[in-house]
Every structure is written in C-alpha cells, then in structure tokens.
C-alpha cells in the first residue's frame, strides 16, 4: 500500500519564478492538505482540498494556489517566488473522518 | 486561534534515561491531539494520538502521553529512551470539525550512545 508520495524531490528556482509541487495521496485518502515548513520551524497549514474544492486555508497569500484532480492527487502552485518561500513543502492525505493526516516526504525547494 | 507551544527546542539524553517534552496549546473547546516524531532524513510519522477517554495515550515505540484538560497539556514521556529515538519531536492540535493542524516549532531529541 502506498503512502503519500510527492514530486519532485528537490527543486531550485530563482526570485519572481513560478514552481509546481504534486502530491499523490495514500490509497483510499480523498483529501490533501499542504503545508509548509521553514527551517527549525513546525509545518505551518496552507489550504486543504476536498472533492476537488478549497475547503479551508491557511494564513497565507494569494501567490500560493492549489488544485485537486479528480483522481485526488493534488497540485501546490507558488507565483512570484521570494527568498522566504524556501521551505519544505509537506502533503498529508486523509480519509473520509479526516481525524489523521498521513505525511509525505515533501519537496525541498531553495529559492535564489 | 489556536497555537501550540513546545517550550524544549534541544534535549539531549543518554541512553536509558527517561523523556518527558513538554507540550502546551491555547484554544477554549475540544480538540484533537497529536505527537509526530520526523526522524533523520524521513517522513513525519505519527506516535500517538489523542481524541477522548482514557487520557493516558500509549504510542508506538514504548511512547505515552498524558492529556490534562485543566493545564492545556499534552505531554510526550518515554521510560528509557534509545538511540535509535534521536529526530524531531511536533505536537499537533486539531479542532473537531477544522481541517487544519496547528503543530509547535518541534523539540529536538539528541540521544547519546
């Protein structure tokens, strides 16, 4: 059974450029949650997806974007990249009572 | 809003010592309780969880935590711990009904051989 799994691994950008993150969820997960963590810092939620729909987000501007496919995998999308977006960038999958979330490896990204 | 406060950044233990880190959250209702342990170079992984009842949780690995409604505590313990438990240490919250978890900045185990 596979867990989370997320791509790509690593990924370095430059100021003012846009990244993709992807997600797969754990089979039989239905809902996709996105954090972010900073270095020495907990994971700090962004927004959540559920049958395809933004269902709650986080503190966090409108330069962070996110889509849910039908088959539940899920899209991070970051516009207009600063220093401070350097982070791992964690997804967690749950199922249906949402009561624990299953993390995935995360993306490292390193903005220049 | 809710936040979580882990007061111990750094432990360090010998072997065979006992653990306890500390874990406090400010939100008025219920919530839901979590401890995450993020070992070198893996994945966040659950411990243990707290949601009602008996408010003494038992974990995987020989860990336990003890819920105490009146100080807004959720603290991690662990008999003796080895060095296989050296990572990162997050306690979670999550209000019944939310979607969000809220963690703390996390404690850092550094358990010596």
């Known amino acids: 059974d596979a867990g989370v799994t997320q791509s790509p691994t690593h990924l370095i950008k430059t100021r003012g450029q846009q990244v993709t993150l992807r997600c797969s969820p754990k089979?039989?997960?239905?809902?996709v949650s996105w954090y972010q963590q900073a270095l020495g810092q907990g994971p700090q939620f962004i927004f959540q997806?559920?049958?395809?729909?933004?269902?709650q987000r986080g503190n966090f501007p409108d330069r962070f974007s996110g889509h849910q496919f039908p088959n539940y995998s899920s899209e991070l999308n970051v516009n207009a990249l600063l220093l401070g977006d350097s982070a791992l960038y964690l997804c967690?999958?749950?199922?249906?009572?949402?009561?624990?979330?299953?993390f995935g490896p995360g993306t490292r990204l390193t903005v220049l | 809003a809710q936040s979580v406060s882990q007061h111990n950044h750094h432990v360090i233990l010998s072997e065979a010592a006992s653990l306890e880190l500390g874990c406090n959250y400010s939100?008025?209702?219920?919530?839901?309780l979590f401890w995450y342990v993020q070992y070198p170079g893996q994945h966040l992984q659950l411990l243990l969880k707290?949601?009602?009842?008996?408010?003494l949780v038992k974990g995987i690995k020989g860990f336990e935590a003890e819920f105490i409604k009146s100080k807004f505590s959720f603290n991690l313990r662990k008999p003796s711990v080895q060095w296989s438990d050296t990572a990162e240490y997050f306690c979670?919250?999550?209000?019944?009904?939310?979607?969000?978890?809220?963690f703390g900045s996390g404690t850092r185990l550094q358990v010596q051989p």
């Open positions: 979670a919250v999550k209000a019944p009904g939310r979607r969000a978890l809220t």
């Open positions: 707290y949601f009602s009842g008996d408010p």
């Open positions: 089979s039989g997960h239905d809902t």
């Open positions: 967690a999958s749950s199922g249906l009572r949402g009561d624990e979330q299953f």
């Open positions: 997806y559920y049958e395809e729909e933004e269902r």
């Open positions: 939100y008025g209702g219920t919530v839901n």
